[in-house]
């Protein structure tokens, strides 16, 4: 986006620009309301690494949809609406990965049978040959090898 020295483009123009894929206009953009961002998302969150991943993710959304942007409200409260949705989104998928750890961590889920639980299954199985091999009309043929 080229605007004359004496002429600061407004954040609607920027953002027009960086729908058409002006990277000069994202950097621009970038710069006003990164900061102010990475603020009102380190006062969300005590996790500053997790603030700044957000902030990164939602200026990707910036950059890939700033075509939707319909023109009502400012720009930075949508850039805002973008981070915080994504900052929710994060913690509950975190909470919800925590919910299952607490659930799997209470619960025993065998990954293979014991030794104990093979031992049985091999003497059922047993059990199960003779029976049937004493069930076979013809006594000399066995039905189950």
Do not use: K
């Not at 605007?3 to 920027?14: G, H, I, N, R, Y």
């Amino acid at each position: 986006m080229r605007a004359s020295p004496d002429q600061v483009p407004t954040d609607a123009e920027l953002l027009a620009a960086v729908a058409e894929g002006d990277p000069e206009a994202f950097g621009a953009l970038y710069d006003l309301h990164a900061p102010w961002l990475l603020v009102r998302l380190r006062q969300r969150t005590a996790d500053p690494g997790l603030a700044d991943q957000v902030a990164q993710e939602t200026f990707l959304v910036v950059w890939r949809d700033a075509g939707r942007f319909r023109g009502r409200g400012e720009v930075g409260a949508w850039i805002c609406g973008i981070a915080i949705r994504r900052l929710l989104d994060v913690q509950r998928g975190d909470a919800a990965q925590g919910r299952l750890a607490g659930l799997l961590g209470r619960r025993r889920i065998p990954d293979a049978a014991s030794a104990e639980e093979q031992a049985l299954a091999t003497l059922e199985q047993r059990d199960v040959i003779r029976a049937l091999n004493r069930l076979a009309t013809d006594g000399d043929a066995d039905v189950v090898n």
